[in-house]
């Protein structure tokens, strides 16, 4: 089986992937997320004006963190901008059957435990069933948004998280313990939408944003 790497410059680069410009919100490349853990409540913000709740959702609005106008695509394709991540992972397989399971298996993950039970979600995983590590997955789902910032808040132990005006972003990078690449964990939670980007040598600076401007 061939290893799919990157140089190391390049996986480093991982490093901004999808949690860019925290607090501020920018598209920057960033080689370090700017947030911090806050054990704290959020501090008020405003939500996006014109904002209404879904039929389904139970929200306990939380001033910075409420924002509940999104959608969840229906498909994989139409989560991301069409042609920009091509030369990163949208070029490789999608949910091949070999990689994701025929039915497809979402594994579970911290958004697990605060998912609507009668909730929509979108599972995507890029990656060529030849290579040893190399992929990319995102996670989007209809979680409780009364349970879903406190629980990432106490449950991501050892993220950078930040509040961002409109969600709640948590990323942990570290170095891959059999592959000298870089991995990449980050979780976003606004309203009563939850995403999740797993990722491995595999270099997204702004992912993150491209697909929230997708949802919301």
Same mark, same amino acid.
């Given at each position: /089986?061939?290893? /799919?790497?990157?140089?190391?410059?390049?996986?480093?680069?991982?490093?901004?992937?999808?949690?860019?410009?925290?607090?501020?919100?920018?598209?920057?490349?960033?080689?370090?997320?700017?947030?911090?853990?806050?054990?704290?409540?959020?501090?008020?913000?405003?939500?996006?004006?014109?904002?209404?709740?879904?039929?389904?959702?139970?929200?306990?609005?939380?001033p910075g963190v409420d924002d509940d106008a999104g959608r969840i695509p229906d498909s994989c394709e139409a989560l991301i901008t069409a042609g920009k991540w091509d030369s990163s992972f949208a070029g490789s397989p999608l949910n091949d059957p070999t990689?994701?399971?025929?039915?497809?298996?979402?594994?579970?993950?911290?958004?697990?435990?605060?998912?609507?039970?009668?909730?929509?979600?979108? &599972?995507?995983?890029?990656?060529?069933?030849?290579?040893?590590?190399?992929?990319?997955?995102?996670?989007?789902?209809?979680?409780?948004?009364?349970?879903?910032?406190?629980?990432?808040?106490?449950?991501?132990?050892?993220?950078?998280?930040?509040?961002?005006?409109?969600?709640?972003?948590?990323?942990?990078?570290?170095?891959?313990?059999?592959?000298?690449?870089?991995?990449?964990?980050?979780?976003?939670?606004?309203?009563?939408?939850?995403?999740?980007?797993?990722? &491995?040598?595999?270099?997204?600076?702004?992912?993150?944003?491209?697909?929230?401007?997708?949802?919301?």
């Open positions: /089986m061939r290893r /799919m790497t990157t140089t190391g410059t390049t996986a480093i680069a991982i490093a901004a992937l999808a949690l860019t410009g925290c607090a501020q919100g920018s598209t920057g490349a960033d080689p370090a997320p700017t947030g911090t853990t806050s054990a704290a409540a959020p501090s008020a913000s405003p939500t996006t004006p014109g904002s209404t709740p879904r039929p389904t959702s139970t929200i306990t609005p939380v990689v994701v399971g025929d039915p497809v298996v979402v594994p579970k993950d911290e958004l697990t435990p605060v998912l609507q039970p009668d909730g929509k979600q979108l &599972s995507c995983v890029w990656k060529d069933p030849r290579a040893d590590i190399s992929f990319l997955s995102i996670r989007v789902a209809t979680v409780d948004s009364t349970k879903a910032y406190e629980h990432l808040k106490t449950a991501l132990d050892g993220y950078d998280c930040s509040l961002d005006g409109y969600g709640y972003r948590c990323q942990k990078v570290t170095q891959n313990s059999q592959y000298p690449v870089t991995d990449g964990d980050t979780y976003y939670t606004r309203g009563d939408v939850g995403i999740h980007v797993q990722q &491995s040598n595999t270099p997204t600076s702004g992912l993150l944003d491209d697909v929230i401007a997708h949802v919301f």
